[in-house]
């Protein structure tokens, strides 16, 4: 979008004929989204929406974004010619090459096709008559479902216009007026214009036509009247539209744009020129926005500017004497202005240049304040001092307070108060000479903002250091803590009232209450936080210089804000769509002129207004909703309802509103009923999405605003249901009601079966201790316990044989040794037995190999062990191993006692289930004869038997014998 811009000098020249008048404008063209730069057509729907023609399709407007229809949409043909909404709110398109299409809501819904005996390039305006058919031409009517051929028709027209009486005009391609009745157009001149090139109807009833290159017409009660067309002119006249204010405004074609208005001419200038080469077609909106459509650069809006932008044009002077520092009224209309690094300037009608004065220091001269005191006397604030302004031809004046000055202020008594850039205050007295006066400053940050209180208290702003009260010679400072929204001051303003207003540096608007501060920033509707100028008005509102334009806050708020109730501002906001080139307000009081206007410095010059042309709008905006996805496809709604099917995930609304004179303030709210019970934040997001919506049914509701706090009162609502999944149904859920009460039936049945076998665990357990306690107390008694009881009688033997026998004696005590190398090991076997840390399989393998090998040893035999090397990490019970130990016991003693084998031979094999244990030999081997029970060989299959294990034996004379046992491992 390109900007707004100024439109009038003063100094250009115009014909005679026309008044000049300074407007500003916005454009749209098709980088902003229009399907094409040249407008044919624009109609502004009862709904508000903007339609437009152009050679490339339909656009639709809102103010914010352009919504096009083209062939894709259906549209026949895209060189949209006439647009027309009928009585019962359809919009009715004709297109060049095509036929004619209708709207409703937005859509289209039909389209009838092009005329017969029509020609392709014949563009068919359309109307409707009294009653209510359509009318393409002056030759086709509506009828039924086609438009026929209309007996007494004239073929191509250049408009098509009903009357409040409900009569038929057009003028024709011979651009003479003609109106309908008995059966046919007639001509309808009646003593007006020959020739006419369009006709519209005023609101008082009365019929207007342009008669080309000559005169303007008007037709009343009285008969008809003209007024000569401005001889700057010379094109046909190719639309025509009134205002709400009675000014009838002309497009002359590829021309220029000219308003009639009391019996006089007016034409719009911008940036200095007229709309040559551009007028289409122009249209006047209810609001008094005025809309044109150019046939090369897009679409137009105008209004007339309401404030004066003057700037310091002088020659000697760059682009950057327009950074404001200080502005004074030195005589009505007439002002002398103090730029930032370019010196001291008066201007007058559009005029400047240099004070004569001060002429002579203005090179990189930094004017920081003006101001006139009780006596009439201006005073200029510099970087080189404080300087009285006579008048005088030439200078420069001299310097009452020397360094840089900031703020000059009255004091009592015709007094002036001085504030300095190093942070020094001065007073200077009626006549005498200044005195420096300490207020506690000792940081000395420079002084910004002054002003005198009616108390006699003198408030001093400060860069840095906060404010300042001096008040019967003592200071008091206030900060941050004492509410301050920052302590970098920037305007100090101190009304009769004896209210207090402090304008900060990036905290906001501050306003004294009982030596405490309430500040109102932007998260309470300022529009920015710097705030460099403040003045109350004659009607009580307040104005506010920002870095983000002009806030005029009402007075009604204003109020609030002295009662010390901090309340949510909705500020009208001056800015550049109001003709600011710069937004950013300098640090400069505003000026109150003599003929009533205010003046407000920026960094581009300064700007004139009347304060009561700028009110705040009580309207609201109508809100529509524009579009309505459901997992990411579109969905259209049907009488405000909207049924979707199971499976939504993610619901997205787009909605948009309507304030074409300034978009950018509207402002949205919105909630969705059933999940949502307050509005959602105000915001200018025209969208929002939901997810994981749950079945059931919803009311979107959405509400606009332009900033002014009012909001829409019947918000613009959509009622949506969401349909279940089987599950999500009420008989489904009492259904796995009753499923989850069984299913937790089951489930405690489970846990008590689980119960009673870790019960069953637990004794089998218990029973596993006592059974290998009994064994351990078995093996001790049977072991240990025997072979005691052999030491005792052999130590009793050995005592009574001592003196009689000694050699029978020493006998006893070597069979008492060995008993007691034997009680030793069954020990060490039980213990080992019985320790959690040998229930390794690791362990097991390397006690018995080395158990093997001592035996074999010890029985003058060759011992062979065949153990991987890399055993699993597997655990074995004490049960398992204590009987593998004594079941490999038993067989050496067999091979010993009975085999006559040389060798013997273990191998450990584990399993995932089971360990295999072998045991060989190379002796003489059993015969058939030799297998009974009693051949020691049932013992080891009972001892297997007791752990859950089995035990085999191969063997064969001469063959030796082979064992073999199975453990399970779990």
């Not at 709309?275 to 209004?303: K, Q, T």
């Not at 905006?621 to 496809?633: H, L, Y």
């Amino acid at each position: 979008m390109i900007p707004f811009r100024v439109c009038l000098l003063a100094a250009l020249a115009l014909s005679a004929s026309a008044e000049p008048v300074d407007m500003l404008f916005q454009n749209w063209n098709s980088r902003d989204g229009l399907p094409q730069d040249h407008i044919r057509a624009i109609v502004r729907t009862r709904d508000g929406l903007l339609w437009l023609g152009t050679d490339a399709g339909l656009a639709r407007f809102d103010g914010n974004e352009f919504k096009s229809y083209g062939l894709r949409e259906g549209l026949d043909a895209v060189a949209v010619m006439s647009l027309m909404e009928a009585d019962d709110g359809t919009l009715w398109v004709s297109t060049l090459g095509g036929g004619v299409t209708m709207l409703r809501d937005g859509r289209i819904v039909k389209t009838y096709p092009r005329m017969e005996n029509t020609s392709p390039s014949e563009n068919l305006m359309l109307g409707q008559d009294a009653e209510g058919r359509m009318w393409a031409g002056g030759t086709f009517r509506l009828e039924g479902e086609r438009f026929v051929a209309v007996p007494g028709g004239r073929g191509f027209v250049r408009e098509i216009l009903r009357d409040r009486q409900g009569v038929m005009w057009m003028n024709h391609h011979d651009d003479r007026i003609r109106r309908w009745q008995e059966g046919g157009w007639q001509d309808g001149s009646g003593g007006g214009p020959a020739l006419a090139d369009t006709i519209h109807e005023d609101a008082q009833g009365r019929l207007w036509a342009a008669e080309r290159g000559r005169k303007l017409w008007c037709r009343d009660t009285g008969g008809w009247k003209s007024w000569p067309l401005p001889d700057t002119m010379k094109n046909r006249v190719n639309s025509m539209s009134f205002a709400p204010d009675g000014t009838l405004w002309m497009a002359f074609f590829r021309e220029g744009l000219v308003g009639f208005r009391d019996g006089k001419f007016i034409e719009p200038r911008m940036d200095g020129e007229r709309f040559l080469d551009l007028s289409e077609i122009v249209y006047a909106a209810p609001d008094g926005l005025l809309w044109l459509g150019s046939s090369a650069n897009g679409l137009y809006s105008l209004v007339p500017r309401r404030l004066t932008l003057a700037t310091i044009n002088d020659p000697a002077a760059n682009r950057g004497a327009n950074f404001i520092g200080a502005l004074l009224e030195s005589a009505p209309g007439e002002f002398m202005v103090g730029s930032q690094g370019h010196g001291l300037f008066g201007w007058k009608d559009g005029i400047s240049g240099p004070v004569a004065e001060m002429e002579a220091l203005n090179r990189g001269l930094y004017v920081n304040s003006l101001w006139r005191d009780r006596s009439g006397a201006v005073w200029a604030g510099s970087g080189v001092g404080m300087h009285r302004l006579t008048g005088a031809p030439q200078g420069p004046p001299s310097r009452l307070v020397s360094g840089n000055v900031w703020e000059i202020r009255d004091g009592a008594n015709g007094s002036l108060w001085v504030g300095r850039g190093n942070g020094e205050l001065h007073h200077v007295p009626k006549g005498g000479k200044p005195v420096k006066i300490d207020y506690d400053n000792d940081d000395g940050a420079p002084i910004k903002g002054m002003d005198l209180g009616p108390d006699g208290a003198l408030w001093i702003g400060t860069r840095g250091s906060g404010l300042f009260r001096l008040k019967d010679g003592k200071p008091k400072r206030f900060r941050m803590a004492d509410g301050l929204g920052s302590e970098v001051i920037r305007v100090v303003d101190a009304e009769d009232d004896g209210t207090l207003w402090v304008g900060t540096a990036g905290g906001g608007l501050s306003i004294l209450r009982d030596d405490r501060f309430l500040t109102v920033t932007t998260a309470d509707g300022l529009p920015d936080d710097i705030v460099s100028q403040i003045a109350e008005d004659k009607t009580g509102r307040l104005w506010v210089g920002t870095n983000r334009g002009i806030a005029v806050i009402a007075k009604d708020e204003v109020a609030r804000l002295k009662e010390g109730r901090l309340t949510e501002l909705h500020p009208l906001v001056i800015n550049r769509a109001d003709g600011l080139v710069s937004e950013e307000c300098t640090i400069v009081p505003p000026v109150a002129m003599s003929d009533g206007r205010m003046a407000f410095a920026t960094t581009h010059g300064f700007a004139m207004l009347k304060p009561e042309e700028f009110q705040s709008d009580e309207a609201t905006p109508p809100v529509f909703i524009e579009q309505v996805r459901a997992n990411g496809r579109p969905v259209v709604p049907i009488d405000g309802k909207l049924e979707l099917p199971p499976g939504l995930d993610r619901l997205e609304i787009e909605f948009s509103g309507l304030y074409f004179a300034a978009p950018s303030r509207l402002r949205f709210r919105n909630r969705l009923g059933g999940v949502e019970e307050e509005w959602g934040t105000p915001g200018a997001e025209r969208r929002v999405e939901y997810r994981n919506l749950a079945p059931g049914d919803y009311r979107f509701e959405l509400a606009g605003s332009i900033g002014n706090g009012v909001w829409t009162p019947q918000p613009a609502m959509l009622d949506i249901t969401l349909a279940p999944h089987f599950w999500q149904t009420a008989w489904f859920k009492i259904l796995a009601g009753l499923l989850s009460l069984g299913l937790v039936a089951a489930t405690a049945r489970t846990i008590e079966r689980a119960r009673a076998r870790r019960k069953i665990e637990e004794l089998k357990r218990e029973q596993a201790v006592q059974t290998e306690r009994a064994r351990i107390a078995r093996d001790l008694h049977d072991d240990v316990g025997a072979s005691l009881t052999q030491v005792a009688l052999l130590s009793e033997l050995a005592d009574s044989d001592l003196d009689a026998e000694p050699e029978l004696a020493r006998g006893h005590i070597n069979e008492i040794f060995t008993t007691a190398k034997e009680v030793t090991r069954s020990l060490d076997e039980i213990v080992w037995a019985v320790n959690p840390a040998q229930d390794t399989l690791e362990r097991f393998a390397a006690f018995l190999g080395t158990f093997v090998q001592n035996y074999a040893r010890t029985a003058g035999l060759n011992g062979r062990l065949d153990i991987p090397g890399d055993l699993p990490d597997l655990s074995l019970t004490s049960a398992i191993r204590h009987h593998l130990y004594l079941a490999t016991k038993e067989a050496l003693h067999n091979i010993v006692k009975h085999a006559g084998a040389t060798e013997i031979r273990l191998r450990l094999i584990p399993g995932a289930k089971e360990l295999k244990l072998v045991i060989e030999d190379n002796g003489r081997g059993l015969a058939d004869s030799d297998r009974g029970e009693g051949d020691g060989l049932d013992n080891l299959r009972k001892r297997l038997d007791q752990i859950g294990g089995t035990c085999t034996h191969r063997s064969a004379p001469g063959q030796g014998t082979t064992v073999e046992m199975l453990a399970p491992l779990a």
